[in-house]
């Protein structure tokens, strides 16, 4: 093959696409619109095993294909696919450079190739999850060496730079911060706004929602404690959707949702299905320990959810001030009276999602992607 531009594309094939996925959908389909035909040919790499749907292949096709010099290439295998038969692909056939967007390059690619990853977050120095050997080698093992290996990172926040620094010593001059873009946000201006509210009748209901399922990091269990007290204290029907896949509950867990009738799970919800209680959903639960970007405080925002977030968990960089911070060591009357103050006061509930909104409008994924085609041409002519 001629010289050209590799992309670990097995995200866009996703079919249940959470944040790493929707970043690289969103992301490759933005830096493909503005792709120049004298630009290098670029190649998206994705295994068999996923890409078995016609309809899929056929709408990827039409999205990213649309310039001569962007190509699809479906390599066979399944297990360890990137680190074994993406490897012997691109070790026969080599690039100029293997950009990672989601799922880390090949472990020994780098000593041969420039490898660009982009670094979502590094949740597994805070929380190490238990995980099986498989998880634990790809990971834990792989993951890191290639951190430390790569020509160049991404990282898509001021935190996950410096995490990348103070876990992996890597130099600051090595890592580019790209912000993302604001989710699956496409087109803010055609999402209903719906301020002024305020909550004043018996028959009110304050709805809440939460993202992210079980996983030990997104803090489930405080998120329903937090939602207990608020139904508590306002004397109103509260409500609260929990969104992603809550299967295994702890016993905790389990007695909190077995006492509230005001909870609701859901499971996976599809894009559409999500945005559709975002927009029913007057506060985000969003009590995560750590994010390295934190799509769905934006994705509430756009729709005039206002987050209530854990206090030092990264989510105020990218936010700003138009949200609730929790501290659960703090007095709880602090942040609780802010919330119940927010539901009670028009001009106080109106002001937030303003500010949310227009927060929401420093991040594009155009401007993104244009920076990190930069940081990719780059990283080709430093090589």
């Known amino acids: 093959m001629k010289k050209y531009i590799a992309i670990n594309a097995t995200a866009l094939f996703k079919k249940n696409k959470t944040g790493v996925e929707w970043y690289t959908w969103q992301l490759l389909r933005s830096l493909s619109s503005i792709w120049k035909e004298k630009d290098p040919t670029v190649v998206l790499f994705a295994p068999q095993s996923i890409t078995c749907s016609t309809k899929r292949i056929a709408s990827i096709r039409r999205i ?4 001569s010099n962007w190509k699809i290439k479906i390599l066979p295998g399944r297990f360890f696919w990137t680190q074994w038969h993406l490897w012997r692909f691109l070790t026969k056939n080599p690039p100029t450079l293997l950009f ?8 020994f690619l780098s000593a ?21 050997f498989r998880e634990m080698l790809l990971e834990d093992f792989f993951g890191n060496l290639i951190i430390r290996k790569s020509t160049r990172l991404i990282a898509v926040s001021p935190h996950t730079r410096e995490d990348l620094n103070y876990f992996f010593n890597i130099p600051f001059e090595k890592i580019s911060m790209v912000p993302s873009g604001p989710g699956t946000i496409t087109n803010l201006s055609s999402i209903n706004k719906k301020y002024p509210l305020c909550f004043q009748k018996e028959n009110d209901t304050v709805n809440f929602f939460f993202l992210g399922g079980e996983a030990e990091r997104k803090n489930l269990e405080l998120a329903i404690k937090i939602f207990s007290l608020i139904q508590e204290k306002i004397q109103l029907k509260c409500r609260l959707w929990l969104g992603g896949q809550i299967k295994k509950s702890s016993f905790s867990v389990h007695q909190l949702l077995e006492k509230n009738s005001g909870i609701l799970k859901l499971g996976y919800l599809s894009e559409k299905e999500k945005q ?11 009590p995560s320990f750590y994010e390295g970007f934190g799509f769905p405080a934006l994705e509430a ?15 105020r960089e990218i936010t700003g001030d138009s949200i609730v911070e929790i501290n659960p060591e703090a007095e709880k009357s602090e942040w609780l009276e802010k919330i119940i103050q927010l539901i009670r006061s028009v001009d106080k509930f109106t002001a937030f999602q303003i500010a949310g909104r227009n927060n929401v409008k420093k991040y594009n994924w155009q401007k993104c992607a244009k920076q990190i085609k930069t940081v990719i041409l780059e990283t080709i002519n430093q090589k």
């Not at 990672?100 to 472990?107: E, R």
């Not at 420039?114 to 099986?132: A, D, M, Q, R, S």
């Not at 925002?301 to 989510?315: C, D, W, Y």
């Open 301 to 315: 925002q756009a729709f005039g959810a206002i987050p209530i977030v854990l206090k030092g968990n990264g989510v």
């Open 100 to 107: 990672s967007p989601s799922y880390l390059s090949p472990i």
């Open 64 to 67: 990213f294909l649309q310039k």
């Open 112 to 132: 041969r190739i420039p490898t660009l990853n982009v670094i979502h977050g590094l949740e597994g120095e805070y929380f190490p999850e238990v995980k099986n």
């Open 276 to 286: 559709e209680y975002f927009s029913q959903s007057h506060f985000l639960l969003y």
